[in-house]
């Protein structure tokens, strides 16, 4: 039987695959609270500002639109020699198609005011806090982004972590509404709303975010060739 701690380390193939399964389906959570944003209809995170104007602009499904900036974003990773863990590749695919799959089923419908949209984004920015959370103790890597700016950050050692963080969001957020996508008082709020709920959350779990230690995709391909060799 798998121990806890062995499901957490991932010293084991059984242990990433389950790992991997959890991974996939917080983000696939995580994709409804995306939706969430995006129906309250009063503008979008910064990043997601970005997919849709590429979406809109490109006539591509949203979450074509994410892999292409994830697969952009991972690249520029790599190149940073920043730490992949495999939930990463993961998380590139599964967050956009999951927001493709509930608008295909019409899960919800758009808010038609500011009222009704308020309060859904803010459910939608919950859910992706507390999936977020289940997403990272499977301790297979971080967001795409996250890990771009983390990178960023390391390198840019005079700014603090949060002007490269406003920073990035800026860009995406410009660049995203040049090709179209929506930008309103939602925006605003997943900018600067998104940490806090986010740390509210994971106070709420007693979840310490930094205690960490993700595995990178070098690593987990060890104990997979290790098993095979030991059988």
């Not at 059984?14 to 129906?39: P, R």
């Not at 995170?45 to 591509?60: A, E, F, K, Q, T």
């Not at 972590?161 to 179209?180: D, K, Y």
């Not at 929506?182 to 709920?197: D, E, K, Q, R």
Request: with cysteine; proline share 4%.
């Amino acid at each position: 039987m798998l121990m806890k701690n062995d499901l957490r380390d991932n010293r084991t193939p059984g242990a990433i695959c389950l790992n991997m399964l959890l991974a996939a389906a917080s983000l696939f959570a995580n994709g409804f609270g995306v939706y969430l944003t995006i129906q309250a209809n009063i503008g979008v995170g910064p990043w997601d500002v970005l997919n849709l104007g590429l979406s809109r602009s490109l006539g591509i499904l949203y979450g074509t639109a994410s892999i292409a900036v994830s697969c952009t974003v991972l690249t520029v990773d790599v190149l940073l020699r920043e730490p992949i863990g495999l939930a990463m590749f993961i998380d590139s695919v599964v967050v956009g198609k999951a927001v493709d799959f509930f608008n295909w089923v019409d899960a919800v419908p758009p808010a038609q005011s500011l009222l009704a949209g308020v309060p859904l984004l803010l459910a939608g920015l919950v859910i992706m806090a507390y999936t977020q959370y289940t997403y990272m103790i499977a301790s297979l890597g971080c967001g795409p982004r996250d890990t771009l700016l983390v990178g960023m950050a390391k390198r840019m050692r005079r700014l603090p972590i949060g002007a490269v963080s406003i920073a990035l969001l800026s860009l995406a957020t410009l660049a995203g509404w040049l090709l179209g996508g929506p930008v309103g008082v939602g925006t605003l709020i997943c900018a600067f709303g998104a940490g806090p709920i986010m740390q509210l959350a994971f106070r709420t779990v007693r979840f310490d975010a930094t205690l960490v230690r993700h595995q990178r995709v070098t690593d987990s391909l060890r104990v997979f060739l290790g098993h095979r060799a030991a059988a």
